[in-house]
Nanobody
Framework: QVQLVESGGGLVQAGGSLRLSCAASGQYNVMGWYRQAPGKQRELVATITYGGSTNYADSVKGRFTISSSRGSAKNTVYLQMNSLKPEDTAVYYC?????????WGQGTQVTVSS
C-alpha cells in the first residue's frame, strides 16, 4: 500500500504563491497533482515522470512548476504555484502511478482570494 502525505495548502491573495509537497514511499512511474473545484470535475494540473519529464495543464503553464526529489526510501513531488488566481481555488490531490496502480492523497485546500 502506498501512502501519500500532502502539505502546503492554505489561503493566499491573488498574485501570491504557495508550494505544495507530497511525500510517498517506494518507487513510481508518474507523480503529479490534480485539483477539484466545487461543482467541477477533477482535472489534471501537472505531472512528472520518474525520469523527470513534465506535463502541465494549459491553464497553469508559466505559473506552476512541478519538481521531484528522489530517494531510496521516499520520493517527494513539489508544486510551486506562482501568480495565483481566484480560479485556482480548489482541493489539490497528489497522485501516484506505480505500474498500473494509481493512488491518491487525501487532498489539500488551496484558496485564492481576489
Amino acid at each position: 500500500q502506498v501512502q501519500l502525505v500532502e502539505s502546503g495548502g492554505g489561503l493566499v491573495q491573488a498574485g501570491g504563491s504557495l508550494r505544495l509537497s507530497c511525500a510517498a514511499s517506494g518507487q513510481y512511474n508518474v507523480m503529479g497533482w490534480y485539483r477539484q473545484a466545487p461543482g467541477k470535475q477533477r482535472e489534471l494540473v501537472a505531472t512528472i515522470t520518474y525520469g523527470g519529464s513534465t506535463n502541465y495543464a494549459d491553464s497553469v503553464k508559466g505559473r506552476f512548476t512541478i519538481s521531484s526529489s528522489r530517494g531510496s526510501a521516499k520520493n517527494t513531488v513539489y508544486l510551486q504555484m506562482n501568480s495565483l488566481k481566484p480560479e485556482d481555488t480548489a482541493v489539490y490531490y497528489c497522485y501516484l502511478l506505480r505500474v498500473v496502480a494509481g493512488y491518491w492523497g487525501q487532498g489539500t485546500q488551496v484558496t485564492v482570494s481576489s
